[in-house]
């Protein structure tokens, strides 16, 4: 049985910040077992200030992120880049710098895997949601996010011309098309789709409407979401309460 008793004491000695270091010191029997289990599963907000960049570092040497956690992460970073404090600046700029790093590494593996296997579709989806990701994370600085969005497209588009899109595919483009603000062209390719039993599609067709300000479509099909109870994400139920209290 775990013994966390040690924790009582951890003022008193060496206490590892991450599970790495954790690790390292019950090598060399500095700490217990227990410090690991204890640093890997403990969880604080990385929101609340101020801010603490041992924990934004430890979960930031994960690999393979929501793409939502990159973009938490890069709106602190931001934040902290500003701070008067030099060294907490500098780890800041270096923070975004490895976010950054992270998704031109994902790029270039795919390239060099599409290289190898040119009609490989998997690949130029996984390119497409890769570049549309990336511009997500770039959305502090519009002329990068624009860029990320066209070379998404432009991977959707090679997609299309090698097999056609299928409902992931569809999904992702309607997404791409939205953040270019290109309303229209999103809901013609949502009507393309053979989505009826998928509740993302319905979403995304609610959300184009909002953007085209059809009120009342979007009042439908906040309706029609209501069939798919067990299947709606948390997003999709907040939504579902504001426009209709369900």
């Given at each position: 049985?775990?013994?966390?008793?040690?924790?009582?004491?951890?003022?008193?000695?060496?206490?590892?910040?991450?599970?790495?270091?954790?690790?390292?010191?019950?090598?060399?029997?500095?700490?217990?077992?227990?410090?690991?289990?204890?640093?890997?599963?403990?969880?604080?907000?990385?929101?609340?200030?101020?801010?603490?960049?041992?924990?934004?570092?430890?979960?930031?040497?994960?690999?393979?992120?929501?793409?939502?956690?990159?973009?938490?992460?890069?709106?602190?970073?931001?934040?902290?880049?500003?701070?008067?404090?030099?060294?907490?600046?500098?780890?800041?700029?270096?923070?975004?710098?490895?976010?950054?790093?992270?998704?031109?590494?994902?790029?270039?593996?795919?390239?060099?895997?599409?290289?190898?296997?040119?009609?490989?579709?998997?690949?130029?989806?996984?390119?497409?949601?890769?570049?549309?990701?990336?511009?997500?994370?770039?959305?502090?600085?519009?002329?990068?996010?624009?860029?990320?969005?066209?070379?998404?497209?432009?991977?959707?588009?090679?997609?299309?011309?090698?097999?056609?899109?299928?409902?992931?595919?569809?999904?992702?483009?309607?997404?791409?098309?939205?953040?270019?603000?290109?309303?229209?062209?999103?809901?013609?390719?949502?009507?393309?789709?053979?989505?009826?039993?998928?509740?993302?599609?319905?979403?995304?067709?609610?959300?184009?409407?909002?953007?085209r300000r059809n009120l009342s479509e979007v009042f439908q099909y906040c309706v029609e979401l209501t069939?798919?109870?067990?299947?709606?994400?948390?997003?999709?139920?907040?939504?579902?309460?504001?426009?209709?209290?369900?």
């Amino acid at each position: 049985m775990l013994d966390f008793n040690y924790l009582k004491r951890m003022t008193e000695g060496f206490m590892p910040k991450t599970p790495h270091t954790a690790l390292k010191a019950i090598e060399e029997r500095k700490v217990p077992i227990e410090a690991f289990v204890y640093i890997g599963t403990s969880v604080k907000p990385i929101l609340e200030k101020p801010y603490d960049m041992d924990e934004i570092e430890k979960i930031l040497g994960r690999r393979n992120l929501p793409v939502e956690t990159y973009i938490l992460l890069k709106r602190i970073f931001n934040d902290l880049v500003k701070s008067p404090d030099q060294e907490i600046a500098l780890a800041a700029a270096e923070g975004i710098n490895e976010i950054e790093n992270i998704f031109n590494s994902r790029i270039e593996k795919l390239k060099e895997k599409l290289e190898e296997e040119p009609n490989e579709a998997s690949y130029v989806l996984e390119l497409a949601r890769t570049y549309y990701e990336f511009s997500r994370v770039n959305r502090d600085k519009a002329a990068i996010e624009t860029f990320y969005l066209r070379e998404a497209f432009s991977y959707i588009k090679e997609l299309a011309r090698m097999k056609g899109l299928d409902v992931e595919a569809g999904k992702l483009l309607v997404r791409i098309l939205v953040a270019l603000k290109l309303y229209d062209q999103a809901f013609r390719v949502l009507g393309n789709l053979k989505g009826e039993d998928d509740p993302e599609v319905v979403f995304l067709k609610a959300q184009v409407e909002f953007q085209r300000r059809n009120l009342s479509e979007v009042f439908q099909y906040c309706v029609e979401l209501t069939q798919f109870e067990g299947k709606l994400d948390d997003r999709m139920k907040r939504v579902l309460a504001f426009w209709i209290g369900f």
